[in-house]
């Protein structure tokens, strides 16, 4: 069975440092990966896509990257936290395909920069 | 960007009633979707209706969906305290997901 793995569930972080979130997914090959950010109390902003190795698109410009180093393996990363960066982060995969059939979404992590 | 707009944005009932979310949404869409997220977790796939069905039922939810109002509606049915969370609509075009704000629903015991 297909499961997906996101870790760690929380982090602080101090202002002008780096991030680095980590994604993987087991049981499929070549899914698309997706990672959003969830604001207290709001619905979910979609941050970066993949639809394959090396493949990233970004939806929002702003301070973070995302890499795919591996077909199962998505990672968040940031150089320089900002206070703005807070909040909570969710990664997803769903099967490939143009029209989507539903995301499985990780556990979450809890991102406070102070 | 979100496309999808929950109504109401929260709701508080007695254990035992009935919930009832909607949706609304402005372009075509290939299916829409119905998640629930406890508070602080990842959100769970709970049900998902093609632009051709009017009508799908899962246990005790059932969605309807409307695409000349470009509408659903959720109905949980006999809710139960562990129904209390967040509930998100997404409508699918393509290769992703347009998300609403959600539902947070509350089930007094």
């Known amino acids: 069975s297909q499961t997906i793995h996101q870790w760690p569930a929380t982090l602080v972080q101090p202002v002008g440092s780096p991030l680095s979130l980590e994604c993987t997914v087991e049981g499929t090959s070549n899914p698309n990966l997706y990672w959003y950010r969830q604001a207290a109390g709001r619905g979910l902003q979609l941050l970066f896509y993949?639809?394959?190795?090396?493949?990233i698109s970004s939806e929002v410009p702003q301070n973070l990257s995302a890499s795919r180093p591996q077909d199962r393996q998505f990672i968040l990363s940031s150089k320089k936290l900002l206070l703005s960066d807070s909040g909570f982060y969710l990664c997803?995969?769903?099967?490939?395909?143009?029209?989507?059939?539903?995301?499985?979404f990780g556990s979450g992590t809890r991102l406070t920069v102070v | 960007s979100q496309q999808g707009e929950e109504d109401p944005q929260a709701l508080s009932i007695q254990e035992g009633e009935n919930a009832t979310m909607n949706c609304s949404y402005k372009t075509s869409i290939n299916n829409l979707q119905w998640y629930r997220q406890n508070s602080g977790r990842g959100l769970v796939h709970l049900i998902l209706i093609r632009s051709n069905e009017r009508e799908k039922h899962s246990g005790r939810l059932r969605v309807t969906l409307d695409t000349s109002k470009k509408s659903s509606s959720l109905l949980i049915t006999a809710s139960r305290a562990a129904d209390t969370a967040s509930y998100f609509c997404?409508?699918?075009?393509?290769?992703?997901?347009?998300w609403g704000a959600g539902t947070k629903l509350i089930i007094k015991p």
């Open positions: 997803a995969w769903s099967g490939q395909g143009r029209i989507t059939n539903g995301y499985t």
């Open positions: 993949s639809v394959g190795i090396g493949q």
């Open positions: 997404a409508t699918a075009s393509n290769y992703q997901l347009i």
